[in-house]
């Protein structure tokens, strides 16, 4: 995998912080239901030490994935981290013995969040630290989220969070953070079929803040669609590589973590960063949102 072909570079606003446009989304490391360890320890390692050596140097986690396991894979695959690789973690969730999640969005909880993702990571200090508000299963609703950035800028100014960034919000909440601290990434849920972000998108580009799409490829429910079939028939490759592709071509902020527990899957998903779509096949992709049996 040549390292210039992940899909550009891009710096997070206000920071020394430059990744590869296409990164790497650890939630996949775990066992079924993102509970517990995966079936074979070894191959997640070999996962992320595939990504590293194919020129990946933004990974996206949470320590309530497993709960734990997969910062604790992370570290065992690739402590001491090298130089230039960024770690995103988020808080916002516990996962109780029952497997539920569960809102943890007190400053407490926070807190502990943090100081559980530096102890399963070996850090010092987080490089990005993502609030996700809980919402609802169809994405976020309004309410105030000033409490909550609040306690995590009390952090960044002790020096264990570098920076912070928020998920699945609306342009609401971003706007009362941006009141509290600077936000270098909002991270929602958007792909092919999912347009709910369009707008927001631009506005954050002309911010230069990072957007990092959550389900870039549909989630668990994987994206299907004919125009994406035949758009990847014409071209000589796979659907999924062509809503990756898709993806980096919409806006020039956009940041993908497509996360995968296989090799194969893995090397597939970096070779989007390589995959220019011509602008006849990016409308027809446009249209995709408004397929029936696609849209939401």
Known sequence: MNKSKLGGWFTFPGTSLTVQRIGYGAMQLTGPGIWGPPKDVDVAVSVLREAIAAGVNHIDTSDFYGPHVTNQIIRQALHPYHAGLVIVTKLGARRPPDKSWQPAISPEELTAGVYDNLRNLGLDVLDIVNYRAMGTVHGPEEGSIAEQVTALAYLQRKGIIRYIGLSNV???????????????????????AYRHDDALIGDLARQGIAYVPFFPLGGFTPLQSFTLSEVAGQLGTTPMQVALAWLLQRSPNILLIPGTSSIAHLRENLAAGQLTLPPEFVTKLDGIAGEVGVKD
Do not use: D, W
């Open 170 to 192: 609306t342009a609401t909440q971003i706007s009362e953070a941006q009141t509290i601290t600077e936000i270098v990434c909002v991270q929602n849920n958007y792909n092919l």
